[in-house]
């Protein structure tokens, strides 16, 4: 029996060890993807201003503001998968409302996209909406139901 404790004891401590490794792994790897990401975002914001230049060389302006519309747009989630990266770096959790958040907001850039460019059918338009729908039911159930959510009692 000492010696089943002794094994358990030992699977235990390298376990701790284990983890507290993965754990600081994953810091680093997350403190890398920090200026990175801000790279990545000054990267995107000045081909917002390049094809702005785009806009002028265009046949229509309407064709211009399809290029546009589109990156802007792209900022957005790609802001909102940010968001949960830098979440993930002070929590060291990731929230699934950010997650559905840049869901969301990617699925409404493709709808407006197919909207703005009039490339979108009733069927693909009716196939997003019941897919926001079920991630804006989701993301209601997340935060209703989130574990930071305190219960309080009636007295």
Known sequence: MNMLEGVRDAGVALDGAANRWFRTAVDWIVKLLMPLAIVA?????????IDLAGIWRSPS?????????????TMFVVIELLKSIVEYFEIHRIKITFILDAAV???LR??????YKHELHAAELAALAGLLLVMGAFRI??????PERKVTLAP
Request: without cysteine; negative net charge; aromatic residues 10%.
């Open 41 to 49: 975002l000054m990267m995107g914001i000045a081909r917002v201003f």
């Open 61 to 73: 302006i309407a064709a211009g503001f399809d290029l546009l519309v589109t990156d802007l747009l």
């Open 141 to 146: 159930a997340a935060v209703r139901f989130s």
């Open 105 to 107: 907001v990617f699925v």
């Open 110 to 115: 493709e709808v407006m996209i197919g909207l």
